[in-house]
């Protein structure tokens, strides 16, 4: 496995495309908080807006982006794990190893997930910004650091799964953004019923765990928790929610799900990888 680990890694290095991305990635985040700031300048010249308000938004607006841009990197580089060797006529090869099918799907997930976290890393010091200006504590920016990592290594392992059942990484790629599209939006529709709910009586037991499921999946919702605790709080008194409500640890919980759902994705694969390989060989044959 760790050969696999080291052949990603030194193939990545190799060219100057990697470089570009890290480059770019950062750019695009210091460009929002350059023009998140560029924005509140005015206000904080006329003291419209304390600068902890400028600090927040900075905040939120590179989590914002970095959400997006973690989730769109980690698809495509997953997604074309596999995909690349058949594309390259290469996974015949990779299957005529002694690696085990285990280590083939654990090495390509950890060195596409390592190289996300890569990305991640650059990305601090542009966080560290708000800390000049106020309004975010180490803590709340130690939850976001554990809701990124959720998100991304379940999108890792969503994204390598697709990699493994598509025929090229066109169609890969194809399947995972609809794939995160689909659940973006359900989410999103669910998990808002879920929190205008809160400012009256629970909603039906269905509406009340699919929107459970939303708050868990959905990285915003956590987010939306971090900088405002008392958001999803029932105004009609105290309502018992498993590990969720009234306690402000929708984060880690949500991270943790994230964790096992990324677990189970990847044991799945692992399943699939031996049977997708016996019927590839079977048809060469």
């Known amino acids: 496995m760790l050969s696999i680990i080291l052949k990603e890694y030194r193939q990545r290095a190799r060219g100057i495309a990697t470089l570009g991305l890290i ?10 908080s ?3 700031y560029l924005a509140r300048y005015t206000e904080l010249q006329t003291r419209a807006s304390t600068s902890s308000q ?10 914002i982006a970095q959400m997006i841009m973690s989730l769109l990197l980690a698809l495509s580089l997953n997604a074309s794990t596999i ?16 690696f085990k099918s285990f280590e083939i799907v654990l090495g390509k997930y950890l060195s596409s997930t390592g190289f996300l976290f890569l990305l991640v890393i650059t990305a601090m010091p542009i966080y560290a910004l708000a800390f000049t200006f106020g309004g975010l504590t180490t803590l709340q920016f130690m939850q976001l650091a554990v809701v990124v990592v959720g998100m991304t290594l379940m999108i890792s392992a969503l994204g390598l799964m ?13 399947r995972s953004f609809f794939f995160l599209i689909t659940l973006g939006a359900v989410t999103l529709i669910f998990g808002g019923i879920m929190k205008g709910a809160l400012s009256s009586t629970p909603p039906v037991v269905p509406i009340y765990w699919l929107g459970v499921f939303s708050f ?10 971090i900088f405002n605790p008392s958001v999803f709080t029932w105004s009609q008194g105290p309502v018992t929610m498993p590990f969720l409500m009234n306690n402000g640890l929708l984060w880690i919980w949500s991270a943790l799900f994230q ?11 692992t399943v ?9 060989a079977g048809g060469v044959g």
């Open 34 to 36: 350059f023009f998140v």
């Open 83 to 98: 995909a690349h060797e058949k594309d390259q006529d290469t996974f015949e090869l990779l299957n005529l190893t002694l």
């Open 216 to 225: 868990l999946m959905n990285p915003l919702f956590s987010a939306m928790e």
């Open 54 to 63: 400028v600090g927040l938004a900075l905040c939120i607006t590179t989590f």
């Open 272 to 280: 699939i990888y031996p049977r997708y390989r016996a019927s590839k």
């Open 23 to 32: 480059m770019t990635y950062t750019i695009i985040l210091g460009g929002v």
């Open 259 to 269: 964790a096992v759902v990324a677990a189970l994705i990847l044991l799945a694969t």
């Open 162 to 174: 697709l990699s493994l059942i598509s025929d090229d990484v066109r169609t890969a790629l194809g």
